[in-house]
């Protein structure tokens, strides 16, 4: 008796599982409805209330994100020449920024550039990357405009920057490579500023706010 029950206590959960399986076009429950139907518009979804209904759509004309400034030099043999004759470094060179200048070039750059930026870093020692000159090499005569330019859109196997690092922290960067160059070279350390950024070359750098403040001051401005 006790063995006929257990037969059909088994059948009848087999018989569960196989019905709770069937249907080949609809489920049968959805616990979360709204993880398989979501409540707003799906970006690449078509719907007939938009343009070619499609959700996602193109930014207006000549709109920019808010906190970035367009990059004026070109990724050509031609803009490279002109960043590295005529690009200055905006930042003032300061303890503050050669500090995190370096500890950002630890994280991007030492591994192959070295720490002393003789172009013996780990990977180089290793022999997993190859031809990486030294900051003193004669034949580069890197400044200023030509190190941000590469660090902006990357030259030969180095790739670009631009995403992991800020305008500011590329400019810091920037400095710390300027200041290892000079060491290499044997020249004089060079003297710290004061932290000021001219208005002139302030167009060059991320807003000094980060764009939700701002528009919290604005709001807070309008009230008052």
């Known amino acids: 008796m006790r063995s006929l029950f257990h037969k059909s206590l088994v059948f009848v959960i087999i018989a569960g599982f196989l019905n709770s399986c069937a249907g080949d076009r609809d489920r049968n429950y959805q616990y979360f409805p709204d993880m398989y139907r979501p ?29 970035w400034m367009p990059y004026d030099y070109e990724d050509t ?29 630890t994280v991007y750059c030492a591994v192959c550039h070295g720490d002393k930026g003789d172009g013996q870093g780990t990977l180089v020692e290793r022999e997993k990357i190859l031809g990486v000159p030294s900051y003193d090499d004669p034949g580069r005569s890197i400044t200023e405009g030509s190190v941000y330019h590469a660090m902006y859109y990357g030259l030969n196997n180095m790739g670009s920057y631009a995403v992991q690092t800020s305008i500011k922290e590329r400019w810091q960067i920037d400095h710390y490579v300027m200041s ?31 764009a939700e403040d701002l528009s919290e001051k604005d709001q807070t401005q309008s009230e008052e």
């Open 180 to 210: 290892l160059k000079d060491k290499l070279e044997g020249n004089p350390e060079r003297s710290f500023q004061t932290n000021t950024v001219t208005q002139e070359n302030s167009d060059n750098l991320n807003p000094a706010e980060p």
């Open 39 to 67: 409540v707003p518009y799906e970006p690449y979804g078509a719907y007939d209330i938009f343009a070619n209904q499609q959700e996602a759509k193109l930014p207006v004309d000549g709109t920019i994100p808010r906190g």
């Open 77 to 105: 043999p031609e803009g490279r020449a002109d960043a590295k004759a005529n690009l200055k470094n905006p930042l003032p060179y300061t303890e503050e920024n050669l500090t995190k200048g370096k500890a950002l070039y």
